[in-house]
């Protein structure tokens, strides 16, 4: 554990490269994911030291993304083995949460429609003879 009982923020110690490759999604992915399972895997103790969503977050996606040990990533992230299966598990559930998934889905589905009015070939529009458009 941390000699001052403060667990660091992972967000503030890298930058978005350094988070694609130990976590494989960058800040804006994290923060979105954090507001999308805040009410279902919020700290419901007032415990000094419950964790936040963002660190369950981030401890499932290290857990997932390099297949890791889970002793080895409660030590990365200051935590104890059970505390990242427990972590794990929660982040698993919400994401498996039908109205988390839908709401995901929403939100992906408006992204894509967005680009597909922007670019057009995205739709499978296409304006020009493909002789042209080479």
Excluded at 1 to 15: G, K, Q, S, T
Excluded at 18 to 42: K, P, T, V
Aim: aromatic fraction near 6%; charge should be positive.
């Amino acid at each position: 554990m941390a000699a001052n009982n403060h667990r660091p923020n992972v967000l503030d110690i890298y930058n978005g490269r350094q988070l694609l490759e130990r976590y494989r999604l960058d800040r804006e992915g994290i923060e979105f994911l954090e507001a999308e399972l805040n009410q279902f895997i919020g700290p419901v103790a007032t415990r000094n030291r419950s964790m936040t969503v963002t660190e369950k977050i981030l401890i499932t996606l290290r857990y997932l993304a390099t297949g890791g040990i889970q002793l080895n990533d409660g030590d990365i992230h200051y935590v104890s083995q059970p505390s990242v299966s427990r972590a794990v598990g929660q982040v698993i559930d919400a994401l498996a949460n039908p109205h988390a998934h839908k709401t995901t889905r929403s939100r992906v589905e408006r992204g894509m429609r967005k680009l597909k009015r922007r670019w057009g070939i995205l739709n499978g529009e296409r304006r020009l003879k493909p002789e042209k458009a080479c």
